[in-house]
DNA sequence: GACCAGGTCCTTG
DNA sequence: CAAGGACATGGT
């Protein structure tokens, strides 16, 4: 167990190692550079089946891919993306990094081949884009390793007594990863899991993290 | 019918 | 900087 004293970087060593033999290897995220740009916008504070609704839309439509969608009528996108809610707003958002990448850079391939502090800067510059979106598409959109801190993560760090701004979290789980970009992707799709299944109010008492703090 | 979901932006104090 | 509101559909 957790002593009282134990050090940020020990429990969130913990909380990875505990999420890690309870989950293991799993299939998360994997898709396409535009695909994971276009996810990460449409799952601005939504469920991720609504996502997948949207996905499939798009698809249908011709529209899963940034050339196609920086060349869509708006109507066409809001009509793809509603079931995400919030569906004029990330309209907007979906045109304007769609843009950003064909303007800026030309193709997606293009933009791998820049730093990822820059990318990350480049990303951050669009509207709609923050830094939970940006992260998202580093690590799973280009296999970079930046970390993604969510709601989630704040909340499972909360209850496990450790607190700091995201930019904390975030160095603290990057200390505890290695460098590498799987174990990056695997950590944040654990905590994803691991929150849907007890932060909620039934099973918030049932989750062992909780014992961590203190 | 209230409440929440893998945020982000803008406005106020 | 912190707090509060807007954005909107779909599921419990």
């Not at 429990?11 to 989950?23: A, G, K, M, P």
């Amino acid at each position: 167990m957790m002593s009282a004293s134990s050090s940020d970087r020990e429990r969130v060593q913990t909380i990875v190692d505990l999420l890690d033999d309870r989950y293991g290897k799993i299939d998360w995220w994997n898709a396409p550079p535009d695909e994971v740009m276009v996810g990460a916008i449409l799952t601005q504070q939504t469920r991720w089946e609504n996502v997948e609704c949207a996905v499939d839309r798009l698809r249908e439509a011709g529209l899963l891919s940034i050339p196609a969608i920086a060349a869509a009528s708006p109507e066409r996108l809001e009509e793809a993306v509603r079931c995400t809610g919030f569906y004029r707003v990330k309209t907007r958002r979906l045109v304007a990094l769609a843009e950003f990448v064909v303007h800026r850079f030309g193709s997606t391939g293009a933009m791998d081949l820049m730093e990822s502090d820059e990318l990350r800067q480049a990303l951050l510059s669009v509207r709609g884009v923050g830094e939970e979106t940006a992260d998202s598409i580093l690590c799973y959109g280009f296999s970079r390793n930046a970390f993604v801190i969510d709601a989630y993560t704040r909340r499972i760090c909360a209850c496990a007594g450790i607190t700091g701004t995201d930019a904390m979290l975030r160095a603290l789980f990057e200390g505890a990863l290695l460098g590498q970009n799987e174990r990056y992707r695997l950590t944040h799709a654990h905590i994803v899991e691991y929150a849907k299944e007890f932060c909620s109010r039934k099973r918030c008492e049932e989750c062992s993290i909780r014992s961590f703090n203190g």
